[in-house]
């Protein structure tokens, strides 16, 4: 814990959600639910319009739906999520060096690596509200912010006044916020061991705070007790941590309906590191570093890599650790996404490398299938939500669709609502519409490029 109350925590609201109200303009202010919207799906989020109907995360569609069957049921645009994600992570790294981001919608700073004339906490406030100010301005998103003296109070404190809050919880009177608390709050505290500690009567921190550390730790054992006790002293040293600079190559493809043929998942990826190669090849790059991406029918994305002793180029190298990586995953569910990258990228190429280290599995003697065009083929696929473009009547997006129809409604961000008109499924004047996303062949992260 410092003395002064310099780590900030950003958390946007309702993320997908929000993303979802500010590009429709007919749906501000309406119960808005984004995830599988098929008989499988589950909630990626809500808007909290939805949520005062009962609607929560990891929910069921169907139980979501049964909750709240007037909402809007989308399908989620990443694309949009991952623009809106990269702007607001750029507005934390003006302001501070040392930015952690934990997920696409949140974010640890140290503001005392940034450069502030003081860390008394009228000056951090008027920094956290100038941050999220800035946020709304450039992405019509509200964040929630806190600031504190350790990560776990600055990511309670983000959470005190969600959504659209500021909180700065001021040196010395952490264990006033937090004694009070339900013991949840408490980082690594999940479902089983808060019912552990039920068990034993203890429900607020206040009640773990009674306990010494000896007992903590026999009654969840070392690891475990040692870091809730000092959690609920407060205690928390944890510096915040930049995120690495990982240049990489990617390619992803999402699909319209779960695809569930394993054989057609190890076709679509031996395509991918096709096209991977490619793009490493007219960049004159390599790589050593093997990754795949994989998002299952609930939203839930994985990913797996493998590291080689030199760098590849090479198609078939990467396709074969691709299908092997793929091979540790449980896809049976279905998956929705899929993705190839290199990372670990340098400007040269080890020659027949593999003929000396052998480090890559054969190639399995079973033949790939053929890859249907109606997975790779979106054109003609409308699922609600996603962004369309009319050639007489401009932009905006999927209502629904059945029976060889299509309704589309006429809006977008910078537009009033908009009117509702349906189309024939085939008509060519109707077409999905990507938002163009800036030129990441070579990016900083994860950085997916779509396929
Ligand atoms: P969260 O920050 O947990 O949730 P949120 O931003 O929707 O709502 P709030 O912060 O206001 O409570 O997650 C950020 C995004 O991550 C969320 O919009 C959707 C996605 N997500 C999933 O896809 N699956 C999940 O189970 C969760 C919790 C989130
Ligand atoms: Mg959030």
């Known amino acids: 814990m410092r003395h002064t109350a310099s780590v900030l925590h950003l958390d946007l609201d309702a993320f997908f959600a929000s993303v979802e109200q500010r590009d429709k303009p007919s749906l501000r202010g309406k119960p808005v639910v984004v995830g599988g919207i098929g008989h499988r799906g589950v909630v990626a989020t809500a808007s909290y319009e939805a949520r005062s109907f009962g609607v929560r995360s990891a929910m069921s569609a169907r139980e979501a739906r049964a909750k709240c069957p007037h909402a ?34 949140e974010a640890f700073v140290d503001l005392a690596a940034a450069d502030l004339p003081d860390l008394e906490l009228d000056t951090v406030t008027r920094v956290a509200a100038d941050l999220r100010r800035r946020v709304l301005e450039a992405t019509g998103l509200t964040a929630s912010v806190g600031v504190a003296s350790s990560k776990f109070l600055a990511k309670i404190a983000s959470d005190l006044d969600k959504p659209d809050g500021l909180r700065v919880i001021a040196p010395g009177t952490e264990l006033e916020v937090l004694s009070p608390m339900a013991v949840r709050v408490i980082p690594g505290v999940g479902p089983a061991t808060t019912e552990r500690l039920h068990r034993v009567g203890l429900h ?82 390599s790589g ?7 998002r299952l029918h609930d939203f839930t994305t994985l990913s797996r890599s493998s590291t080689l002793p030199a760098p ?20 049976s569910g279905g ?64 209502w629904g669709s059945g029976r060889r129809v299509v309704t589309v409604r006429f809006e977008t961000a910078d537009t009033p609502p908009g009117p509702v008109r349906s189309f024939d499924l085939a008509d060519p004047e109707l077409s999905r519409w990507h938002e163009p996303e800036p030129d990441d062949e070579v990016a900083s992260g994860p950085g997916w490029g779509a396929s």
């Open 72 to 105: 809007a049921f989308l399908s989620g645009r990443f694309g949009a999520y991952r623009s809106a994600s990269r702007i607001v992570m750029g507005l934390m790294h003006d302001l501070s060096p040392l930015v952690e981001p934990l997920s696409l919608d």
């Open 335 to 398: 998956v929705r996404l899929l993705g190839v990258g290199v990372s670990g990228l340098a400007d040269w190429v080890q020659e027949d490398l593999f003929a000396e280290v052998g480090g890559v599995p054969e190639e399995p003697a079973e033949p790939l299938p053929a890859i249907p065009a109606s997975v790779l083929d979106r054109r003609g696929s409308y699922p609600p939500g996603v962004d369309v473009v009319h050639t007489r009547f401009g932009r905006g997006w999927v």
């Open 288 to 294: 050593r570093t093997v990754s795949i991406k994989v």
């Open 204 to 285: 607020t921190v206040t009640e773990l705070q009674r306990l010494s550390e000896d007992e903590l730790v026999s009654l969840l054992g070392r690891a475990q007790g040692q870091s809730l006790w000092a959690l609920a002293h407060a205690r928390d040293d944890r510096p915040v941590v930049a995120e690495r600079e990982a240049k990489s190559v990617s390619v992803e493809g999402t699909y319209e309906s779960d695809i569930t043929d394993r054989k057609l998942m190890e076709a679509l990826l031996v395509r991918q590191a096709g096209e991977v190669a490619t793009r490493l090849g007219k960049q004159g790059l």
């Open 312 to 331: 590849t180029d090479d198609p078939a190298t990467v396709a074969r650790l691709a299908r092997t990586l793929l091979g540790d995953l449980d896809t």
